[in-house]
């Protein structure tokens, strides 16, 4: 629904990028969800059992494996070739970079 209201406002929509506008609303609804969602239960039988929890557990195999990807792949198919190129310096700049005091910090 986000999605479709994202290219339903053109006024968001020319200053946000969709990605963007995704994980804050992912911020928000997880926000309300941490407040309003009680995960913690009483030393029982339900505790040692989890089948009982509605939500999955946030790990990084979930972030990295499903979660990241769409994220990524939006991103990159929302970018425009003329600002890729134009910015080309500056994406090449920072693994170099990045790769090279890596290299100097772990040796």
């Avoid at 946000?16 to 995704?22: A, D, G, I, Y």
């Avoid at 499903?66 to 134009?86: D, G, M, Q, R, T």
Wanted: proline share 7%.
């Amino acid at each position: 629904l986000a999605k479709l209201g994202f290219h339903r406002a053109h006024v968001i929509s020319s200053r946000v990028p969709e990605s963007c506008l995704l994980i804050i609303l992912g911020l928000l609804f997880g926000g309300m969800l941490s407040v309003f969602y009680d995960d913690h239960c009483p030393q029982n039988q339900r505790c040692i059992d989890s089948s009982w929890k509605v939500f999955p557990k946030f790990t990084p195999q979930l972030f990295f494996l499903f979660l990241l990807p769409p994220i990524v792949l939006e991103a990159a198919y929302s970018l425009h070739n003329k600002h890729f190129s134009y910015n080309i310096r500056s994406i090449l700049c920072l693994p170099v970079v990045g790769t090279i005091i890596n290299f100097l910090l772990t040796g």
